[in-house]
Each structure stands twice: as C-alpha cells, then as structure tokens.
C-alpha cells in the first residue's frame, strides 16, 4: 500500500520539532539550497567533459494532484494534539502554517532537477550501504555516488531542502545508469501518538516516509510526479511541496538563488562544469558576465572575483606552491582602484569554501585561490565544517597536522600579497584598519546633500567623528652634541612613484638661537622655524570618489585663521606615513598646497571644507589626517 508511514520509537526517544540538522540552515535558506544542491549533482558527474546541469523551476499544483498532502495534513493533526500542551510557540506557529498551507486550493511546489549525473544507485539494495539510502534515510553519514564515504561530510547537507519547504517535506526521484527508477517522501516533522498502528508503543518517529508502507521503501513511480515532470533522462529530481518563496517578505527568491549560485560556484561555472537555470534564466560561462551585473545585489563578491577572469593574463599575478606533495595551490590576484580585498578559496569541485581572514588590506586587490589535487582537496575537506565554509583544523583525524597545514596555506597566500604589494609599491604593506583618526561613532555628524554623489563611490573610509588629533609618541634616538642636545625622528614620504623616501625631523633647543622656539627639519634637510601652531580639534574624515581622486571633508571646532592638514597613510602596526598632495582638483578657494600638504586658511567655526586632491603614488591607502595651526 502507497502511504506515509512514521516508525515507532519502540520506547525510545520523544522527538521535538528542532531537528538539529535543519537547524544549521535555517539562517539562510536558499542559499543552504543552492550549495547542498549544487555540490551533491557536481559530486555525481557523469561525463566529466560535459557539465552538470540543474534546472530550479517552480509551479503552483493543485492540493489534491500531489502525492500524500491529506494523509500530511492528518498526521499534523495528531501532531498538534500531541503537542498542545507541552509544545514551545515555535512548535506550534510551523504545525498551523503547515495546516493553514495545506487547506489552500492550490500549494507551491519547487522541482530541482539534475542531467549529466549518474542518479542514485542502490534504491533497492538489501545492505542499505547506498547513495540512495544515503540521502533519503541515512542520518551522520554521506555516501556519494562512487559508493565511497566522502572524507569530511558529515551527511546534514541533505537537510537543506527540507528547511524551504512550509511542511518540511521533500520528495525524491531518480533513474540512475542501470535503468532502476525509484520515488519516496519524507518528512521532518516530529514525534506523535496514533493508536492506529497497532503497535505496543503508540507514540511514532519525528521522520516519516511516503512510499510502500511495508517496509518503508521507495516505489518505481508516481504518477502524480510524471505528470508535473517526466523524467526520460538520467539523473535525479527533488520536489519540494509547500516552497517557501518569500524570504525575509519579499518575493525575490530567484534573484536570490542566482546570487547564491554565483557566490559560491562561480569557478564551476568558468570550468563548464556547471550550468543551472532558474525559472528559465540560464547560468553559464557565457552569460555569468550579464548575470552578475543584473543580480550585483546578491552577487558582490562574484563581481570582483569574475574581475580576475575577465583580466588579461599579464594584468594577473599569478603563483603556484606545491603544498607537501599532495598537490597544488594556485593563487591568481588582480590589482585595481575599488576591489574587494578578499580572496576566494575554492576546492577541485569549483565550490567556495573557507575565506582567508587577516589579509593585507592596504592596497585594492582581488584573489582566486584554488585547491588542486585529490589528495590536496581531501585533506583540507576533512577540517571543513557542516556547512563547507569554514576550516576548522579539531575536526580533522590530525587536529594538530590540519592546523598547522591550514597556517602554512594562509601564510603563503598572506606573503604573495605583501611580496607584489611591495614590489608595486616600495612602501610598507599597509592593513586597512580605516582611518586611525576619523572612526564612526555615536557622534558621528550628518552627512548633507552635496555628499550624497560622493558617498556612493567611497571605497577606503566613510566616517565621520568629532576627534582630537594627537600625535603619538613616536621611537626617537637621543642626540648629543656641541651645540645642544634634542631627539631625532626619521620617517619618510611616498614620492610620486609610491616610492618611500627617507628624511629626518630634528626636535630641540637651538642654542645659536635662544628664542625658545623649536626648530625641525623639512624633506630636503632645510631647517624651518615656526611658532604659535599647535594640533587643533576637527571633524574630518578623507574618502575616495574615484579615478585617483580623493576628499577632504573638515569642519573646524573654532575660527581657524592657519592650518596644515597633513594626509598620513595608516599601517597595521598603529604607525603613520606621511603621503605628498600632489594636485587640488576642486575645493574652497581658501585652499593651496605647500610642501605636499593642504593650506586653509581663514575658515570660520563650523564652516564646512570640501577638497577634492590627488595623491603621490597609484595605489589605494588607508587614509587619515593630522592638522595644525592657529585657531582663534
């Protein structure tokens, strides 16, 4: 006979309605979805020289045209009866929308579909031991479609349907490469009493199978599913009834799904070893291009990753490093005005896993990280956690190998970045930490109308907060001589080119001038004297508008008949690098450049200063500001 059946527990555990497994992905549905989906059907490949293709289409079916649902809404029933006292108000609120879905004339159904895959062998295996068991019964284990336990799955990814789905029931089917044909339901739902069974122990298992009752096994068809979609090809299909397609309450869920899909399988697709269409809108090598400008708002990072295959070779830096002999990192970086400062790490299948945290940030660059090599991939796949996406070294067989091997991996990309920082640059690899002076708080001043342009384009710092500039104590060598004694600086500029060149700064008494001033030196050794200049408060902060050009935005706390403002470059270790304007694009007319800084002067208390400039060197950097001079 076709029906539900739900096990009994035999005296065993009561089951609740949080599933420890779908409780991993209900943060982020869709994109939970996409992943498990995508990465399963990559995993059965079947001719590796044509890529995998998925198909996401949704439809709208009628309540009685699909398998099982009133025999669902009656086990939901019992479910709430069951449950009426001692179920929490999640508990409850998912049983009554379940219902409440139920009771419509029409429900929502998603049908995912595989082609070039092998299908799922062994639905009617004896042993149990298969890939279909696997993903249709098994539970902390995963077997793919070689028959071979995958190293570091954890067999939860098979959750992640179930999550998208209003009764958290999934249907499946496949015809797999010997010609065998099998469809079953499941669902997640939770314990239940139902005397109808007939069994000493009324009470019933959380997990519930659609199928031939005797046994709890899959049947070849169902007639229902062959008329929604019939299957002739090889592959597997997954129905998903009550498709939650509102998320967070907007009806976006395919823009979403085409973000996921390119967020976190953009290689796959470069490789031709992934095609997917969704509602008709094909993803491909052809038109990702098209497609990451039309989903940018759920694709940021695939914009700036997709930069680096777009790139000409010689624009690309590209290093290779044979890791311990079990094959091979590839690490591919691009740089440019504007990019993400992240580098995407991707295993053999093309799917994104861990990110790198820590990197140097100081100058704009994107990355490309591959994993290459069997050996390589499951090695780094044993540490990954549930979800894929991050390495955790204690979950691996050798917790103390995986750390060590996933430091060498991270350190290795981290000193390839420095190295071509430097060798662009000359400068110090700065960390973008923001501007050291300039940090957004609860005091942080309105923006007005005429930023509003420039704040679209800011890509280094956008922050405003009334500050106090102070000059930190910076290592000094004391100096002794003849003619007195003081301390001595040396720091340095980035010149035209980005090149650092060296000078000194001399603090001291001069005692061939007892006047009691202080003297220092400029960058080109020439001694200069000034008096009655002091580092004064300002709301300011420095932003980046595009090609090259930066701006000030400053607002003095007093009448301000002189000032300097000083732009430094801010590096990872808290230390400051001066940096020369070269150019005033557009600014106040009190504004001029001297000695590779901003001049203001005679700017009221409050008055607002804009300065468009350009800086030496090409490269982008964490931005802050000293000013002094002369307040009123």
């Known amino acids: ?34 992943r498990e989906i995508c990465q399963n059907s990559l995993d059965a490949q079947y001719e590796e020289d044509e890529p995998v293709r998925i198909e996401f289409k949704k439809e709208f079916v009628s309540t009685s045209s ?35 879905d139920l009771r419509e004339e029409k429900i929502c159904v998603l049908r995912v579909s595989d082609y070039n895959t092998k299908g799922l062998e062994g639905p009617y295996s004896s042993h149990g031991i298969t890939p279909w068991v696997s993903l249709v019964k098994g539970t902390a284990f995963s077997v793919k479609a070689s028959g071979k336990t995958a190293a570091g799955s954890y067999g939860i990814g098979k959750a992640a349907p179930f999550i998208n789905s209003k009764y958290q029931t999934v249907f499946y089917r496949t015809k797999n490469i010997a010609g065998e044909t099998a469809v079953q339901g499941v669902a997640h739902l939770m314990s239940f009493s139902d005397e109808s069974y ?55 869920w395919i823009n979403q799904m085409i973000g996921e899909i390119l967020e976190n399988f953009l290689m796959a697709i470069e490789y031709k070893n992934l095609v997917v269409s969704i509602e008709g809108r094909d993803i491909t090598r052809d038109t990702v291009r098209y497609a990451i400008a039309r989903n940018q708002k759920y694709a940021k990072d695939a914009y700036y990753f997709n930069k680096i295959l777009m790139a000409e070779p010689d624009k690309i830096v590209d290093e290779d490093y044979n890791f311990h002999g079990m094959g091979q990192l590839r690490l591919r970086l691009l740089y440019a005005n504007d990019l993400n400062k992240k580098i995407l790490v991707v295993r ?20 490309i990280l591959e994993l290459q090599g ?7 796949r044993e540490m990954e956690n549930p979800t894929h996406d991050k390495w955790e070294p ?27 920082v430097e060798e662009m640059s000359g400068a110090e690899v700065l960390i973008d930490t923001g501007n050291l002076f300039n940090t957004a708080g609860k005091n942080e001043s309105p923006r007005s109308d005429d930023d509003s342009d420039a704040s ?38 980035i010149d035209d080119t980005g090149n650092l060149s060296g000078h000194r700064h001399r603090d001291g ?59 430094l470059a801010t590096g990872e270790n808290g230390k400051s690098m001066p940096i020369r304007i070269n150019n005033i694009i557009k600014g106040t007319n009190q504004a001029s450049i001297k000695d590779g800084k901003i001049i203001l002067k005679g700017i009221s208390q409050g008055e607002k200063v804009v300065v468009d400039f350009q800086v030496s060197g090409r490269q982008n950097y964490a931005m802050g500001v000293e000013v002094s001079g002369n307040q009123e």
């Open 66 to 100: 699909f398998p099982g649902m009133t025999g669902l809404q009656s086990i939901l029933l019992k479910c709430k009866s069951f449950w009426s006292e001692d179920g929490n108000d999640r508990t409850q609120a998912f049983i009554n929308t379940a219902l409440r």
């Open 394 to 420: 204690n979950r691996h067989s050798n917790p103390s190998l995986a750390k060590r091997y996933r430091t060498e991996l991270e350190e290795w990309v981290k000193s390839v970045i420095r190295q071509k």
């Open 374 to 380: 069997e050996r390589l991939n499951a090695f780094f």
């Open 456 to 493: 679209k384009k800011e890509n280094v710092i956008d922050t405003t907060k009334n500050v106090e500039i102070v000059i930190e104590p910076k290592k000094s060598t004391s100096v002794r001589g003849a003619s007195g004694s003081g301390s001595r600086k040396v720091s340095g500029t």
């Open 348 to 367: 053999k299948s093309g799917m994104k896993i861990s990110e790198i945290k820590g990197l140097p940030k100081g100058i704009s660059y994107t990355g």
């Open 198 to 252: 007939g069994d000493v122990d009324p009470i019933r298992r959380s997990v519930g199978y659609f199928g031939e009752t005797n046994g709890n096994i899959a049947v070849p068809n169902m007639a229902e599913l062959d008329r929604l979609y019939a299957r002739t090809d090889v592959g597997t299909d997954l129905f998903v009834p009550g498709f939650n397609f509102v998320i967070d309450g907007k009806n976006d």
């Open 509 to 567: 008494e001069q005692p061939q001038k007892p006047t009691g001033r202080k003297g220092r030196e400029d960058q080109r050794g020439q001694d200069s004297v000034f008096s009655g200049m002091s580092y004064i408060n300002v709301s300011a902060r420095v932003i980046s508008v595009g090609g090259g050009v930066n701006r000030l935005i400053c607002i003095p706390e007093k009448n301000l008949s002189y000032g300097e403002v000083q732009v």
């Open 1 to 34: 006979m076709i029906g539900w059946s739900f096990p009994s527990r035999n005296n065993g555990d009561i089951e609740g309605f949080s599933n420890p497994a779908l409780e991993w992905f209900k943060g982020s549905p869709l994109r939970a979805l996409a």
